[in-house]
């Protein structure tokens, strides 16, 4: 079965970054695009961007360009999303999420989701 | 702000039959997919549906979903107490090239 196990919890000082990474099991880690998707306590979800683990392309939402880096490691099957100059805004539990499904090229819905990582900034 | 607009809260009873709305532009709803998400407290989101009314395996049929021009529903029927949870709906937006969510939709079962 498709799992998505994301790394532990993380405390983070402003101004410096942090990596979260998700290990894929129980499909082709490169057939199917991972998301990644945060949300802040009491808040609603937040997309990040996507990356397709077999080209290592990626797409980041505008708010993120220039913070976020998202890269992968296919020996292993684990996506990694890193955020740079962290702030007190950017405390969330970060989900990553794979495609349900590909067609012709795109990649559609978040299909499979990992547990989350907490990750708190906090001088 | 979201760019998906939704209802803060729904509610209904034990057996009903309850809809979530979900506005957008031409830019997403209008012209790409919704897809509709559904998270439980303290847990991860889980698709409800896919390509505007496609129910992945194990959904049950009670959750239904529609389109229709730039405006999307999520309906529930046959509503049960464990149904109680946040909404959200999805799309792609090709204005900002990124996917976007609405609000989300808290749904209680009284």
């Known amino acids: 079965q498709v799992q998505l196990v994301q790394s532990g919890a993380e405390v983070k000082k402003p101004g410096a970054s942090v990596k979260v990474s998700c290990k894929a099991s129980?499909?082709?880690?490169?057939?199917?695009?991972i998301n990644w998707v945060r949300q802040a306590t009491g808040q609603g979800l937040e997309w990040m961007g996507w990356?397709?683990?077999?080209?290592?392309?990626?797409g980041y939402a505008q708010k993120f360009q220039g913070r976020v880096t998202m890269t992968r490691n296919t020996s292993i099957s684990t996506a990694y999303m890193e955020l740079s100059s962290l702030r007190s805004e950017d405390t969330a539990v970060y989900y990553c999420?794979?495609?349900?499904?590909?067609?012709?090229?795109?990649?559609?819905?978040?299909?499979?989701w990992g547990q989350g990582t907490l990750v708190t900034v906090s001088s | 702000q979201s760019v998906l607009t939704q209802p803060p809260s729904a509610s209904g009873t034990p057996g009903q039959r309850v809809t979530i709305s979900c506005s957008g532009s031409?830019?997403?709803?209008?012209?790409?997919?919704v897809s509709w998400y559904q998270q439980l407290p303290g847990t991860a989101p889980k698709l409800l549906i896919y390509?505007?009314?496609q129910r992945p395996s194990g959904v049950p049929d009670r959750f239904s979903g529609s389109k229709s021009g730039t405006s999307a529903s999520l309906a529930i029927s046959g509503l049960q107490s464990e149904d109680e949870a946040d909404y959200y709906c999805?799309?792609?937006?090709?204005?900002?090239?990124?996917?976007?969510f609405g609000g989300g939709t808290k749904l209680t079962v009284l």
């Open positions: 999420a794979r495609s349900l499904y590909c067609s012709g090229g795109a990649c559609y819905s978040m299909g499979y």
């Open positions: 129980g499909y082709t880690f490169t057939s199917y695009n």
């Open positions: 990356m397709n683990p077999n080209s290592g392309n990626t």
């Open positions: 031409s830019s997403n709803i209008g012209s790409n997919d």
């Open positions: 390509s505007n009314d």
């Open positions: 999805a799309a792609w937006d090709d204005s900002l090239n990124g996917r976007v």
